[in-house]
C-alpha cells in the first residue's frame, strides 16, 4: 500500500523557481526515491534520484538548478534557473520489493 502524492508544481517565468514535494506512506521510509516528467508530445524521462545512502544523481541538462533532498518521508525537488523546455508533468516514483510505485504527477509550466 505504497502511496506517493506530489505537490508544488505551478506557473513561473523562465528564471524563476519552483519546490517540488513527495509525500510517501510510512511504509516507505528511507527508500531510493526517484523523480521523472514528460512533456507534450515527448517520452518520460528521468530527472534525478536519491538513494537510502543519500546519494544524489541528476539528469546533465538539470545539474547545477535542480537539488534533491529528504525529510523524514517527504522528498522535495527545489528547481531554480528554470527553462521553458522544463514545462512537463513531474512524476516521483520509487522501486520496493520488485515493484515501481508512482504518484500520479504534478505540473510544472515555465512561461513569460
Known amino acids: 500500500q505504497v502511496r506517493l502524492v506530489e505537490s508544488g508544481g505551478g506557473l513561473v517565468q523562465p528564471g524563476g523557481s519552483l519546490r517540488l514535494s513527495c509525500a510517501a506512506s510510512g511504509s516507505m521510509f528511507g527508500a531510493y526515491m526517484a523523480w521523472s516528467r514528460q512533456a507534450p508530445g515527448k517520452q518520460r524521462e528521468y530527472v534525478g534520484s536519491?538513494?537510502?545512502?543519500?546519494i544524489i544523481n541528476y539528469l546533465d541538462s538539470v545539474k547545477g538548478r535542480f537539488t534533491i533532498s529528504r525529510e523524514s518521508n517527504t522528498v522535495y525537488l527545489q528547481m531554480n534557473s528554470l527553462l521553458p523546455e522544463d514545462t512537463a508533468v513531474y512524476y516521483c516514483?520509487?522501486?520496493?520489493?520488485?515493484?515501481?510505485?508512482w504518484g500520479q504527477g504534478t505540473q510544472v509550466t515555465v512561461s513569460s
Open positions: 516514483y520509487t522501486n520496493l520489493a520488485g515493484s515501481t510505485y
Open positions: 536519491i538513494t537510502s545512502e543519500g
